[in-house]
Protein backbone atom coordinates (compact mmCIF):
# COMPACT_ATOMS: atom_id res chain seq x y z
CA UNK A 1 0.00 0.00 0.00
CA UNK A 2 2.86 2.61 0.76
CA UNK A 3 4.61 1.87 -2.96
CA UNK A 4 1.04 2.84 -4.27
CA UNK A 5 0.81 5.86 -2.30
CA UNK A 6 4.63 6.78 -2.91
CA UNK A 7 4.04 6.38 -6.70
CA UNK A 8 1.25 8.16 -7.12
CA UNK A 9 2.04 10.81 -5.02
CA UNK A 10 5.58 11.38 -6.97
CA UNK A 11 4.13 11.24 -10.41
CA UNK A 12 0.66 13.16 -9.73
CA UNK A 13 2.85 16.34 -7.17
CA UNK A 14 3.45 17.91 -10.55
CA UNK A 15 -0.31 18.39 -11.64
CA UNK A 16 -2.07 22.17 -11.00
CA UNK A 17 -5.55 21.99 -10.40
CA UNK A 18 -6.56 25.69 -10.13
CA UNK A 19 -9.18 27.24 -7.31
CA UNK A 20 -11.35 28.97 -9.61
CA UNK A 21 -12.06 28.89 -13.24
CA UNK A 22 -12.67 31.58 -16.26
CA UNK A 23 -14.74 31.44 -19.14
CA UNK A 24 -11.09 31.11 -21.12
CA UNK A 25 -10.34 27.66 -19.14
CA UNK A 26 -13.57 26.56 -19.60
CA UNK A 27 -12.73 27.14 -23.78
CA UNK A 28 -9.28 25.95 -23.33
CA UNK A 29 -10.64 22.43 -22.13
CA UNK A 30 -13.51 22.02 -24.58
CA UNK A 31 -11.06 23.09 -27.82
CA UNK A 32 -8.74 20.52 -25.90
CA UNK A 33 -11.11 17.57 -25.37
CA UNK A 34 -12.43 18.12 -28.98
CA UNK A 35 -8.71 17.78 -30.72
CA UNK A 36 -7.95 15.09 -28.41
CA UNK A 37 -11.42 13.08 -29.68
CA UNK A 38 -10.69 14.06 -33.26
CA UNK A 39 -6.74 12.51 -32.41
CA UNK A 40 -8.48 9.40 -31.31
CA UNK A 41 -11.24 8.66 -33.75
CA UNK A 42 -8.53 8.98 -36.62
CA UNK A 43 -6.21 6.44 -34.56
CA UNK A 44 -9.67 4.22 -34.15
CA UNK A 45 -10.02 4.31 -38.49
CA UNK A 46 -6.24 3.57 -39.03
CA UNK A 47 -3.32 0.99 -38.47
CA UNK A 48 -2.42 3.07 -35.76
CA UNK A 49 -5.01 1.71 -33.23
CA UNK A 50 -3.68 -1.41 -33.48
CA UNK A 51 -0.27 -0.02 -32.56
CA UNK A 52 -2.11 1.63 -29.63
CA UNK A 53 -2.93 -1.40 -28.57
CA UNK A 54 0.22 -3.11 -28.49
CA UNK A 55 1.84 0.24 -26.89
CA UNK A 56 -1.28 -0.18 -23.78
CA UNK A 57 0.55 -3.85 -23.20
CA UNK A 58 3.77 -2.98 -22.96
CA UNK A 59 3.58 0.21 -20.38
CA UNK A 60 0.80 -2.25 -18.46
CA UNK A 61 4.44 -4.48 -18.04
CA UNK A 62 6.17 -1.06 -17.54
CA UNK A 63 3.88 0.10 -14.86
CA UNK A 64 4.45 -3.54 -13.02
CA UNK A 65 8.26 -2.97 -13.13
CA UNK A 66 8.12 0.56 -11.68
CA UNK A 67 5.76 -0.70 -8.99
CA UNK A 68 8.09 -3.82 -8.22
CA UNK A 69 11.23 -1.97 -8.90
CA UNK A 70 12.57 -3.77 -11.82
CA UNK A 71 15.58 -1.80 -12.48
CA UNK A 72 17.48 -3.93 -15.40
CA UNK A 73 13.52 -3.71 -17.55
CA UNK A 74 13.43 0.04 -16.57
CA UNK A 75 17.03 0.84 -17.64
CA UNK A 76 16.15 -1.19 -21.16
CA UNK A 77 13.18 1.15 -21.70
CA UNK A 78 15.00 3.65 -21.18
CA UNK A 79 17.19 2.44 -23.82
CA UNK A 80 14.60 2.08 -25.65
CA UNK A 81 12.24 4.24 -26.02
CA UNK A 82 14.61 7.37 -27.94
CA UNK A 83 14.24 4.45 -30.72
CA UNK A 84 11.05 2.96 -30.21
CA UNK A 85 9.33 6.76 -30.78
CA UNK A 86 10.93 7.17 -33.75
CA UNK A 87 10.02 3.64 -35.11
CA UNK A 88 6.52 4.71 -34.51
CA UNK A 89 6.76 7.62 -36.44
CA UNK A 90 8.62 5.69 -39.20
CA UNK A 91 5.78 3.09 -39.30
CA UNK A 92 2.68 5.65 -39.02
CA UNK A 93 4.63 7.71 -41.92
CA UNK A 94 1.66 6.86 -44.76
CA UNK A 95 -1.65 7.16 -42.02
CA UNK A 96 0.46 10.76 -40.67
CA UNK A 97 0.98 12.10 -44.05
CA UNK A 98 -2.66 11.13 -45.11
CA UNK A 99 -4.01 13.10 -42.10
CA UNK A 100 -2.16 15.72 -42.69
CA UNK A 101 -3.83 16.00 -46.34
CA UNK A 102 -6.46 15.79 -45.33
CA UNK A 103 -6.41 19.10 -43.01
CA UNK A 104 -6.09 20.86 -46.77
CA UNK A 105 -9.26 19.11 -47.85
CA UNK A 106 -12.69 21.20 -48.58
CA UNK A 107 -14.47 18.41 -46.93
CA UNK A 108 -12.69 18.00 -43.88
CA UNK A 109 -15.05 20.24 -41.64
CA UNK A 110 -18.00 18.26 -42.06
CA UNK A 111 -15.89 14.76 -42.30
CA UNK A 112 -14.89 15.10 -38.66
CA UNK A 113 -18.80 14.08 -37.25
CA UNK A 114 -19.15 11.08 -39.46
CA UNK A 115 -17.80 8.27 -37.53
CA UNK A 116 -20.39 6.00 -36.39
CA UNK A 117 -22.57 6.96 -38.75
CA UNK A 118 -23.58 3.64 -40.20
CA UNK A 119 -27.27 1.91 -38.47
CA UNK A 120 -26.82 -0.53 -35.97
CA UNK A 121 -29.86 -2.31 -37.69
CA UNK A 122 -28.33 -2.70 -40.53
CA UNK A 123 -25.28 -3.38 -39.60
CA UNK A 124 -22.03 -3.35 -41.47
CA UNK A 125 -23.70 -3.58 -45.07
CA UNK A 126 -27.28 -4.30 -46.01
CA UNK A 127 -28.86 -7.80 -46.60
CA UNK A 128 -29.44 -6.76 -50.16
CA UNK A 129 -25.24 -5.89 -49.97
CA UNK A 130 -25.00 -9.55 -49.32
CA UNK A 131 -27.53 -10.93 -51.94
CA UNK A 132 -26.17 -8.72 -54.70
CA UNK A 133 -22.01 -9.95 -53.53
CA UNK A 134 -23.46 -13.77 -53.74
CA UNK A 135 -25.07 -13.32 -56.89
CA UNK A 136 -21.91 -11.58 -58.41
CA UNK A 137 -19.88 -14.08 -57.49
CA UNK A 138 -22.01 -16.90 -58.73
CA UNK A 139 -22.84 -15.44 -62.07
CA UNK A 140 -19.08 -14.53 -63.11
CA UNK A 141 -18.09 -18.10 -61.55
CA UNK A 142 -20.67 -19.27 -64.38
CA UNK A 143 -18.84 -17.42 -67.00
CA UNK A 144 -15.58 -18.17 -65.87
CA UNK A 145 -14.88 -14.07 -65.16
CA UNK A 146 -12.05 -13.81 -62.55
CA UNK A 147 -12.56 -11.61 -59.89
CA UNK A 148 -11.23 -10.38 -56.57
CA UNK A 149 -13.18 -8.34 -53.96
CA UNK A 150 -12.12 -6.77 -51.19
CA UNK A 151 -14.46 -6.80 -47.78
CA UNK A 152 -13.39 -3.96 -45.54
CA UNK A 153 -14.21 -4.50 -41.50
CA UNK A 154 -12.63 -2.56 -38.75
CA UNK A 155 -9.09 -2.27 -40.38
CA UNK A 156 -9.24 0.53 -42.95
CA UNK A 157 -8.00 -0.04 -46.35
CA UNK A 158 -6.60 3.20 -47.43
CA UNK A 159 -2.98 2.34 -48.28
CA UNK A 160 -4.17 0.03 -50.87
CA UNK A 161 -7.09 2.52 -51.87
CA UNK A 162 -4.78 4.55 -53.45
CA UNK A 163 -3.48 2.00 -56.13
CA UNK A 164 -6.76 1.56 -57.64
CA UNK A 165 -9.41 4.06 -59.43
CA UNK A 166 -12.36 5.69 -57.13
CA UNK A 167 -15.52 4.07 -58.24
CA UNK A 168 -18.10 5.32 -55.00
CA UNK A 169 -20.83 3.50 -56.22
CA UNK A 170 -23.83 1.21 -54.80
CA UNK A 171 -22.92 -2.78 -54.49
CA UNK A 172 -24.81 -4.18 -57.44
CA UNK A 173 -24.28 -7.22 -59.14
CA UNK A 174 -24.13 -6.07 -62.50
CA UNK A 175 -21.82 -3.50 -61.32
CA UNK A 176 -19.44 -6.40 -60.01
CA UNK A 177 -19.57 -8.12 -63.33
CA UNK A 178 -19.46 -4.63 -65.45
CA UNK A 179 -16.01 -4.15 -63.40
CA UNK A 180 -14.41 -7.24 -63.98
CA UNK A 181 -15.76 -8.16 -67.31
CA UNK A 182 -12.76 -9.26 -70.12
CA UNK A 183 -11.12 -6.04 -71.78
CA UNK A 184 -12.43 -4.11 -69.50
CA UNK A 185 -10.31 -0.78 -67.86
CA UNK A 186 -11.50 -1.67 -64.60
CA UNK A 187 -11.39 -5.37 -64.56
CA UNK A 188 -7.40 -5.88 -63.68
CA UNK A 189 -7.17 -5.97 -59.73
CA UNK A 190 -9.16 -5.85 -56.73
CA UNK A 191 -12.16 -4.20 -55.63
CA UNK A 192 -13.03 -2.75 -52.62
CA UNK A 193 -15.62 -2.40 -50.48
CA UNK A 194 -16.71 -0.58 -47.84
CA UNK A 195 -20.31 -0.92 -46.32
CA UNK A 196 -22.75 -1.13 -49.11
CA UNK A 197 -20.49 0.60 -51.93
CA UNK A 198 -17.82 -0.21 -54.11
CA UNK A 199 -15.16 2.24 -52.98
CA UNK A 200 -12.56 1.63 -55.50
CA UNK A 201 -11.07 -0.91 -58.35
CA UNK A 202 -8.23 -1.58 -59.65
CA UNK A 203 -6.20 -2.25 -56.50
CA UNK A 204 -2.67 -3.52 -55.95
CA UNK A 205 -2.45 -5.84 -52.99
CA UNK A 206 0.53 -7.38 -51.33
CA UNK A 207 1.03 -11.05 -52.42
CA UNK A 208 1.17 -13.74 -49.82
CA UNK A 209 4.76 -15.57 -49.03
CA UNK A 210 3.18 -18.65 -47.79
CA UNK A 211 5.00 -21.12 -49.00
CA UNK A 212 2.10 -23.85 -47.96
CA UNK A 213 -0.53 -22.41 -50.13
CA UNK A 214 -1.04 -24.82 -53.23
CA UNK A 215 1.15 -24.40 -56.65
CA UNK A 216 -1.73 -24.39 -58.58
CA UNK A 217 -3.34 -21.08 -57.16
CA UNK A 218 -2.44 -17.72 -59.23
CA UNK A 219 -1.15 -14.61 -57.99
CA UNK A 220 -5.04 -13.62 -57.71
CA UNK A 221 -5.40 -16.15 -54.73
CA UNK A 222 -2.11 -14.88 -53.64
CA UNK A 223 -3.20 -11.74 -53.49
CA UNK A 224 -6.55 -12.43 -51.90
CA UNK A 225 -4.34 -14.01 -49.00
CA UNK A 226 -2.05 -11.59 -48.90
CA UNK A 227 -4.30 -8.89 -47.99
CA UNK A 228 -6.07 -11.38 -45.28
CA UNK A 229 -2.30 -11.85 -43.33
CA UNK A 230 -2.04 -7.97 -43.01
CA UNK A 231 -5.68 -6.55 -42.12
CA UNK A 232 -9.24 -8.11 -41.19
CA UNK A 233 -10.92 -8.18 -44.10
CA UNK A 234 -12.23 -10.53 -45.82
CA UNK A 235 -11.54 -11.61 -49.82
CA UNK A 236 -13.65 -12.77 -52.32
CA UNK A 237 -11.81 -14.70 -55.22
CA UNK A 238 -13.33 -16.04 -58.34
CA UNK A 239 -11.09 -18.38 -60.31
CA UNK A 240 -11.08 -17.79 -64.04
CA UNK A 241 -10.26 -21.17 -64.82
CA UNK A 242 -12.27 -22.88 -62.66
CA UNK A 243 -15.20 -20.80 -61.63
CA UNK A 244 -15.05 -21.81 -58.25
CA UNK A 245 -15.18 -18.97 -55.42
CA UNK A 246 -12.72 -19.21 -52.50
CA UNK A 247 -12.40 -16.89 -49.74
CA UNK A 248 -9.25 -15.71 -47.72
CA UNK A 249 -9.27 -14.39 -43.97
CA UNK A 250 -6.99 -13.94 -41.63
CA UNK A 251 -4.36 -15.83 -43.73
CA UNK A 252 -6.62 -18.95 -44.50
CA UNK A 253 -7.65 -20.00 -47.55
CA UNK A 254 -11.43 -21.50 -47.87
CA UNK A 255 -11.43 -23.05 -52.20
CA UNK A 256 -14.99 -24.28 -53.60
CA UNK A 257 -17.13 -21.97 -51.04
CA UNK A 258 -21.09 -22.85 -51.90
CA UNK A 259 -23.19 -20.02 -52.00
CA UNK A 260 -25.04 -20.84 -48.65
CA UNK A 261 -21.74 -20.58 -47.40
CA UNK A 262 -20.87 -17.30 -48.57
CA UNK A 263 -24.00 -15.82 -47.42
CA UNK A 264 -23.81 -17.35 -43.83
CA UNK A 265 -20.12 -15.78 -43.85
CA UNK A 266 -20.99 -12.52 -44.73
CA UNK A 267 -24.03 -12.91 -42.49
CA UNK A 268 -21.36 -13.47 -39.83
CA UNK A 269 -19.32 -10.40 -40.15
CA UNK A 270 -22.43 -7.81 -40.94
CA UNK A 271 -22.76 -6.55 -37.42
CA UNK A 272 -26.46 -6.66 -37.66
CA UNK A 273 -28.40 -6.35 -34.65
CA UNK A 274 -28.91 -9.48 -32.55
CA UNK A 275 -32.99 -9.07 -32.89
CA UNK A 276 -33.13 -8.90 -36.65
CA UNK A 277 -30.63 -11.91 -36.80
CA UNK A 278 -33.38 -14.07 -34.88
CA UNK A 279 -36.10 -12.74 -37.41
CA UNK A 280 -33.79 -13.34 -40.48
CA UNK A 281 -33.34 -17.20 -38.91
CA UNK A 282 -37.07 -17.42 -38.08
CA UNK A 283 -38.07 -16.32 -41.13
CA UNK A 284 -35.14 -19.02 -43.02
CA UNK A 285 -36.86 -21.74 -40.91
CA UNK A 286 -40.41 -20.81 -41.89
CA UNK A 287 -39.11 -20.80 -45.64
CA UNK A 288 -37.36 -24.16 -45.38
CA UNK A 289 -40.53 -25.88 -43.38
CA UNK A 290 -42.62 -24.56 -46.29
CA UNK A 291 -40.27 -25.52 -49.29
CA UNK A 292 -40.58 -29.55 -47.25
CA UNK A 293 -44.17 -29.05 -47.24
CA UNK A 294 -44.40 -28.14 -51.41
CA UNK A 295 -42.07 -30.73 -51.57
CA UNK A 296 -44.12 -33.72 -50.24
Not at 146 to 169: H, K
Amino acid sequence: MEKIVSFTSKYLSSVHIPKSLIPTDILEILIIAFLVYQVLAWVRTSRAWNLLKGVAVILVFLLIAVFFNMSTILWIAGKVFTVAATAIVVVLQPELRRALEQLGQKNFLSGLFSFGATSAEEGRFSDKTINEIVKGCYEMGRARTGALIVIEQDTPLLEYEQTGIEVDALVTSQLLVNIFEHNTPLHDGAVILRGNRVTWATCYLPLSDNMELSKELGTRHRAGVGISEVTDCVTLIVSEETGRVSVARAGGLTRNVEPDELRDLLESIQKKDKDEKKLRRKKKSKNKVSEEETGV
